[in-house]
């Protein structure tokens, strides 16, 4: 079994910011792809940036150049800085991670989420 815990959530006021950390524990013998995505109620859930193991990154044209992800590879850990932050980024941020479990099986896997809220 593997969890996902996130950490860093908050209340910020816009053009602040916010570092969220994933932290994957368990039965794990690497980890391909992490990312981070949110939702707020009453729509979808939306990809907000991606990682590769080898540091390829990809992130959502809303929040290209204002969000850093990043990755400790030897701690299982996703990081996402989040600089310049608007009201529209309030959210409910979700982990996600490829984890290989065995050399044949990779399952993927969803924290818990953490509440992010811009406001003044």
């Known amino acids: 079994q593997v969890q996902l815990v996130e950490s860093g959530g908050g209340l910020v006021q816009p053009g602040g910011s916010l570092r969220l950390s994933c932290a994957a524990s368990?039965?794990?013998?690497?980890?391909?792809?992490m990312g981070w995505y949110r939702q707020v109620p009453g729509k979808q859930r939306e990809l907000v940036a991606l990682i590769s193991r080898d540091d390829t990154t990809n992130y959502a044209d809303s929040v290209q150049g204002r969000f850093t992800i990043s990755r400790d590879n030897a701690k299982n850990t996703v990081f996402l800085q989040m600089n310049s932050l608007k009201p529209d980024d309030t959210a409910v941020y979700y982990c996600?991670?490829?984890?290989?479990?065995?050399?044949?099986?990779?399952?993927?896997?969803w924290g818990q989420g953490t509440q992010v809220t811009v406001s003044s």
């Open positions: 368990g039965s794990i013998f690497s980890i391909n792809a």
């Open positions: 996600n991670a490829d984890v290989v479990v065995t050399i044949r099986l990779i399952v993927n896997y």
